[in-house]
């Protein structure tokens, strides 16, 4: 059985390497993968008092934003913009600052494993303006929710606006793939078999149209979340 990663970097943010990925494990220990405000179908509905248990409206700097992050999801950057997606209590917020030219070599110096490379970071994109923030909170699916979509098909999952992302779980006697809805992803397993081999070449998910979901979790946010192209 062949196991990927529960969710993956943004395309740009994957050609930075393993920088990249580690972003997603260390940038939490700084304070430690538009509007979307409404609730959509899919959305919890958390109430109001929820949502606003951040208030964003002084964040100026990626530093002021990421001082109040308890949780890291995802990251991704380029020479334009660098968005940063991760919660602050129950918040799930992406917020997008304006980059700066050559930060990725200024972010691809640093040694991650380094005692200060969380400082040197800090240092390097704490005083990034940002563009925009989003609160998605009430873009992710409650528990009932995720619970709703166990039985149903892979195109049931398509009919009601997910998208297929990619897989990250085959070769056994179940498939694993991470389905996205606007900024949020779901990893959802399916009652199928789909050999390792055939899933490099399943680039819609074709094999899971007809089987059906037996669990589903939120896995964090979609890669076009941190994609800079997405920006603009």
Do not use: H
Not at 194 to 218: F, H, I, R, W
């Amino acid at each position: 059985m062949r196991l990927g990663k529960p969710f993956s970097q943004n395309g740009r943010a994957m050609k930075l390497g393993t920088l990249v990925f580690c972003m997603v494990l260390v940038l939490g220990l700084l304070s430690a993968c538009g509007g979307q405000q409404a609730a959509s179908e899919s959305g919890s509905g958390a109430d109001a008092a929820a949502i606003s248990t951040v208030d964003a409206s002084s964040w100026k700097t990626l530093g002021d934003a990421l001082a109040v992050k308890t949780e890291d999801v995802a990251s991704g950057w380029d020479d334009k913009y660098y968005i940063v997606a991760f919660k602050a209590g129950d918040s799930l917020f992406r917020v997008v600052a304006k980059s700066e030219e050559g930060i990725q070599d200024k972010t691809g110096e640093l040694d991650f494993l380094a005692d200060d490379y969380n400082d040197k970071l800090l240092e390097i994109i704490g005083g990034l303006e940002i563009v925009s923030v989003e609160d998605l909170t009430a873009e992710v699916p409650t528990q009932e929710q995720l619970d709703a979509m166990v039985g149903k098909t892979g195109q049931e999952l398509i009919d009601d606006g997910w998208a297929f992302q990619s897989y990250f779980m085959t070769g056994g006697d179940e498939a694993g793939a991470t389905f996205t809805k606007g900024y949020i992803a779901c990893n959802v397993t399916f009652d199928a078999k789909v050999p390792s081999e055939a899933a490099d070449s399943d680039e819609n998910g074709d094999m899971l149209k007809d089987a059906k979901v037996t669990l589903a979790e939120n896995a964090g946010v979609s890669d076009d979340a941190t994609d800079p192209a997405n920006v603009g």
